[in-house]
């Protein structure tokens, strides 16, 4: 039986991490000063480290078995000193560790590494859902390249930079890796506010915006999401990388008979974002638009997990097969020769 906690924030954590004299959970929240989310974290008796993003309107959950009711005890002590003395710097300890368990190094340094940065469509592991970053690796022969999913719930293109993911996955870029980039859902969120603040300005021209950022506390000038794929792009050629950037995955909301094709004009930036900038494309929306209006309304809905948003596992294992069909499309089809048999045995997509 799974345990279950409270209902989290796009974006929050759950963490399980190791108690060595205790067989009984102990269970604390607190709101870090320094934290822009309040979190969760739950004491289990574990040997592993795990850290969870969660999304919004799901449920908080430990991936460890819990205890009975009649085992667990309230902990008053502990939980009183955690809420009044817990270091206002914890937040960012935590922060660290998440990238940690998160973000790993290339397997093989001396190969060729694939890395996908995105938000939870691509990275996701909540309550059944599954994000299409995760199947994808399995696409790919291991001996050939490396396969990295970078991406992070919660995230726009603002975020993933700001908050200094893209970083990371820059340090660890090199000549001949490639990066495919999907961002879109969070992009159209609040540009200021107190929760995430974690929008870009619409459209892909230069205008910015100041502001006094109510989640960093830190001033800040917001551009618009084609300037953040643009950076992306720079950078990631900066090290000798390839680009490729995707379209939105496709949401589970239809009217009369079709799907809805793209959150906003997301897609729409992204495509004259790769046109001026020459960078290949894959229109993604339309790949999975067209699968799931073949398949039908009926059936698409077990291909999504808890909302009309987040894919189950056989919606990733869909998305990821069709992200490795337009691959194959690409000019040049730079991708073919690090394919595994199962990357292989994809039909190249005839959408473009």
């Not at 890796?177 to 459209?203: E, K, M, T, Y």
């Not at 990631?236 to 949401?251: D, E, H, M, N, Q």
């Not at 793209?262 to 790769?274: C, I, L, P």
Request: hydrophobic letters at 40%.
């Amino acid at each position: 039986m799974t345990r279950r906690g409270r209902v989290c924030e796009y974006g929050d954590v759950v963490v399980t991490r190791m108690t060595t004299t205790s067989s009984v959970m102990f269970r604390s929240r607190f709101m870090a000063l320094n934290s822009r989310n309040a979190m969760q974290s739950y004491f289990m008796p574990t040997n592993i480290d795990h850290t969870r993003y969660v999304d919004k309107g799901q449920t908080c959950r430990s991936r460890k078995p819990g205890i009975a009711r009649s085992a667990k005890v309230v902990l008053v002590a502990a939980t009183l000193f955690t809420l009044i003395f817990l270091p206002a710097g914890f937040a960012q300890d935590q922060n660290s560790k998440q990238a940690v368990a998160t973000d790993r190094t290339p397997n093989n340094p001396k190969l060729p590494t694939i890395f996908v940065v995105g938000d939870s469509t691509a990275n996701n592991h909540a309550n059944g859902a599954l994000g299409w970053g995760d199947p994808f690796i399995s696409y790919f022969d291991a001996t050939r390249v490396n396969v990295l999913n970078r991406a992070r719930a919660g995230r726009s293109s603002r975020t993933f930079i700001t908050e200094g993911l893209w970083d990371k996955v820059l340090s660890d870029m090199k000549k001949g890796d490639f990066v495919i980039i999907q961002f879109g859902h969070n992009d159209g969120g609040a540009i200021n506010d107190a929760s995430r603040a974690r929008g870009s300005l619409p459209g892909t021209g230069d205008e910015t915006q100041e502001i006094d950022n109510l989640v960093t506390k830190q001033h800040e000038v917001v551009h618009t999401f084609g300037w953040y794929l643009r950076k992306m792009v720079a950078d990631a050629r900066g090290k000798g990388a390839t680009p490729v950037i995707l379209s939105l995955t496709v949401r589970n909301i239809w009217k009369d008979g079709r799907v809805e094709r793209g959150s906003g004009r997301f897609g729409q930036w992204a495509a004259e974002t790769a046109d001026s900038q020459a960078v290949m494309f894959i229109d993604l929306t339309g790949l999975i638009a067209d699968k799931y209006e073949q398949l039908g309304e009926a059936k698409v809905k077990d291909l999504f997990a808890t909302d009309h948003t987040h894919t189950s596992t056989a919606g990733a294992e869909l998305n990821a097969e069709l992200v490795v069909a337009g691959l194959k499309m690409l000019k040049r089809r730079p991708f073919d020769r690090y394919l595994s048999p199962k990357g292989k045995a994809v039909v190249p997509s005839r959408h473009f």
